[in-house]
């Protein structure tokens, strides 16, 4: 397809993570504009906001009045939808969101995927700042907004395009991952497990998946896989590159991380390869699954030829993602973190990290079941693993589950039942409301809250600090 600039380009379902960082691309380029939404809500929609763009609420026949000349069709929309069947009926070109990334923005470019179930944004973050920092100008599309840039997206300058690597499908008309439309050259695999359980229906499903990346992977490429995972360990084997390395805590680990410090400062770290040590690194965010993406993000920096003293200032400037580990403020001396863990392994990672970060303080870990698959019954039980431990647990009641049949609708009051029995203090709650309520009596000096969600959670955020002033 090809557009000129100035041309309108509407794209449905426009505050999706990847579609609103697409939004800016584009709008960068010079195209007019357009999107439409459901349920707009930040970081996403006060980013479009900003960069002028504005939002239709609702989808509706007519946003596609006046006639855009291009529609880009996010996964969220089905085929039975009423504007996606207005768009068939006015006959206007359309294509997918990862399509359109492939074909528009990342071309013939030098492309750095960062793929697997957890840790994509952090790492694709970290990797777009080191890259920035060793001075290629790289364009990158991020799932979240990276703090050192306060946007999601920008236009390369030079040769490479850093990219999350999403498994999700990409849209109705076309059910594959999204990173199969992102030419990939260089790869991060950082973990593979099972989720998305509205698109996949177990595992194997999810692993068929990676192994496609796999194999997409050019002979003059490069893969970086975790080599605590066994998943990731097996799918490695698929790809066909010359540069392929492990990265891990473990001795037999290609790029092994050595842990020098963790505590409520950061993490200090060092990278042992080949009888070379690299580093030390230091870096303001905690918790061992960064030091992971931070070493895998070593480990495909040295590949790429980036000087190590500008991989070490780029970490220890590295300022994390919003949304991940976000302090949002110490009202009354609680301390208030916002965080994006929805799948049992983050929570539980998350939980932990949390935990180690401010020994002898008090962590209230707060959690709204919102994904497709934690809202499902799948990980019922991974859920009491994910909590054991927890200083004390308030949930939220899942998420609208009206159209998840009842026996597979996940319990949060099933999920209280059983961490009280492993000796975990927990409850479950309506909503947000009842949730602030019952923290702003039972919080004191000192304590800390960690929120859990991977949505809006009924603006949970804004009424707990205010609340607690």
């Known amino acids: ?120 944004t952090t790492t694709t973050s970290m990797m777009t700042w080191v890259a920035e920092q060793a001075g290629v100008k790289p364009g990158f599309l991020i799932g979240g907004i990276p703090k050192n840039f306060s946007q ?38 950082t973990s593979v497990e099972f989720d998305h359980a509205d698109i996949y229906k177990d595992l194997q499903a999810v692993k068929d998946s990676f192994a496609l990346l796999m194999a997409l992977i050019p002979e003059n490429g490069t893969l970086l896989a975790c080599a605590e995972d066994a998943n990731v360990m097996e799918l490695r084997k698929l790809a066909k590159c010359k540069n392929s390395f492990t990265y891990g805590f473990s001795e037999s680990a290609d790029f092994r991380a050595k842990v020098l410090f963790q505590n409520d400062k950061g993490i200090g770290f060092e990278v042992h390869h080949r009888g070379e040590i690299m580093g030390p690194y230091a870096m303001q965010i905690t918790g061992d699954y960064n030091i992971l993406n931070a070493t895998a993000v070593v480990g495909i920096s040295k590949c790429l030829g980036f000087s190590e003293n500008r991989i070490q200032i780029a970490l220890e400037s590295f300022e994390g993602v919003k949304r991940r ?95 009280k029995k492993s000796g975990v203090q927990a409850e479950d709650f309506d909503g947000a409301d009842q949730i602030v309520s019952a923290l702003t009596s039972r919080a004191k000096k000192g304590d800390v809250i960690l929120i859990m969600s991977n949505g809006g959670f009924d603006g949970i955020y804004g009424k707990l600090m205010n609340s607690l002033k």
């Open 325 to 419: 580990q976000e302090i949002l403020g110490e009202p009354q001396g609680i301390l208030i973190i916002e965080d994006f863990a929805h799948h049992p392994t983050a929570v539980r990672e998350t939980v932990k990290g949390i935990q180690k970060k401010y020994p002898g303080r008090k962590v209230f870990s707060v959690f709204e079941p919102r994904s497709a698959t934690s809202r499902r019954k799948v990980f019922q039980k991974d859920y009491v693993e994910a909590f054991k431990g927890s200083h004390e647990v308030l949930l939220a009641k899942a998420f609208d589950q009206s159209k998840i049949d009842e026996e597979n609708r996940f319990s949060t009051h099933e999920l209280v039942e059983d961490l």
């Open 152 to 189: 999601s997206f920008k236009n390369p300058e030079g040769n490479y395009f850093i990219i999350e690597g999403d498994e999700y499908d990409t849209a109705f008309f076309d059910k594959v991952p999204k990173f199969i439309h992102y030419k990939p050259k260089h790869v991060v695999l």
């Open 1 to 120: 397809m090809n557009l000129q600039a100035g041309s309108h380009i509407h794209l449905m379902g426009i505050c999706g993570t990847a579609m609103a960082s697409l939004a800016g691309l584009l709008k960068d380029r010079g195209f007019k504009i357009t999107g439409s939404d459901l349920n707009p809500y930040p970081p996403m929609s006060t980013q479009l906001e900003g960069l002028g763009i504005n939002i239709m609420k609702g989808y509706k026949a007519e946003n596609l009045h006046p006639k855009p000349d291009f529609v880009i069709v996010g996964n969220v929309i089905s085929a039975n939808n009423e504007e996606a069947q207005e768009l068939m009926k006015l006959g206007i070109p359309y294509t997918s969101l990862p399509k359109a990334m492939g074909e528009f923005i990342i071309g013939d470019r030098e492309s750095v995927v960062i793929s697997g179930t957890h840790g994509k």
